[in-house]
């Protein structure tokens, strides 16, 4: 092993020492030349930068020495056109066209201005008479069908807005423990509902969200989710119109406690979850 390593090294000396300078002098050349490359290329980018520039600046020169040729001829006819008497009704003419343009245009401003004003004095008019679907008073609770293998949840939603609710269409939907929020079982899409009159009237409109069948829907799993806080949760999205045909939407979402009644989430929320898995 040691004198095959001697052999290799003795052969590289050799070889090295046979190199003529001609061999040795290349890596130096070729550097050489791309520098110089180098240094014409930058040269050449220089030199265009400046000519651009040049050119550029010419060519804004012309330009004011053309728009001061026009202003300065348009001064010297509009002075001799003054001198001349005959042009007198002609400049009056043009004078009170522009005082009449300027002040149609102020004239339509300002009207642009109060219409802006009365409109928005007339949204919020119809904004402090819009109605409003929200739930009722009656929230219930689930209700478990063990032999159907469903969940009903019966509840009310009245209309709380200063102005009557009319054209009202509206979805349910329901979750079960894990699940998503899934259309009630059987209900129309949509479902619809009778014009809904303002407050101080008290008519509501009760309606429910079913499950839909489920074999595995045992008495010991039906407990266990009356014993779960959010094992079951409804949604409710209405859509309606006032009397000027305007359309409003709204939403509620119920959750059950196993502690008492249930309690409302933020319908954004229940939307969120029903959106992002495809309910």
């Avoid at 728009?67 to 043009?94: E, G, M, Q, T, Y």
């Avoid at 008495?219 to 806080?229: C, E, G, V, W």
């Avoid at 309606?240 to 509620?252: M, P």
């Amino acid at each position: 092993m040691g004198p095959g390593v001697r052999i290799r090294a003795s052969s590289r000396r050799e070889s090295a020492a046979n190199l003529t300078p001609a061999d040795a002098e290349r890596p130096g050349r070729r550097a050489e030349v791309v520098f110089s490359v180098t240094r014409t290329m930058n040269w050449l980018s220089n030199f265009s930068a400046f000519t651009i520039a040049l050119l550029t600046a010419i060519l804004i020169c012309n330009l004011l020495i053309y728009i001061c040729k026009s202003i300065n001829h348009f001064l010297r006819w509009f002075v001799l056109s003054l001198k001349d008497p005959h042009n007198l009704p002609h400049f009056l003419a043009f004078g009170s066209t522009l005082l009449l343009a300027v002040f149609a245009y102020l004239a339509w401003t300002e009207s642009q201005r109060t219409t802006q004003a009365l409109q928005g004095q007339l949204n919020a008019m119809l904004a402090g008479q819009r109605p409003y679907i929200g739930p009722g008073s009656e929230l219930g609770v689930p209700e478990p069908r063990l032999k159907e293998g469903e969940i009903v949840w019966h509840f009310q939603f009245r209309n709380y807005g200063p102005g009557l609710a009319r054209e009202i269409k509206f979805h349910t939907f329901i979750k079960v423990a894990d699940g998503q929020f899934e259309q009630s079982f059987g209900s129309r899409n949509p479902s619809t509902a009778a014009d809904m009159p303002p407050p101080p009237s008290n008519f509501f409109i009760r309606t429910a969200a079913l499950s839909a069948p489920d074999l595995t829907l045992t008495q010991d799993r039906i407990d266990k989710l009356l014993k779960t806080n959010f094992s079951i949760q409804v949604l409710a999205e209405f859509e309606y119109e006032d009397i000027y045909n305007k359309k409003f939407t709204s939403a509620f979402c119920l959750a059950h406690i196993a502690t008492g009644a249930p309690i409302g989430r933020h319908p954004d929320d229940c939307a969120r979850e029903k959106a992002e898995r495809g309910a």
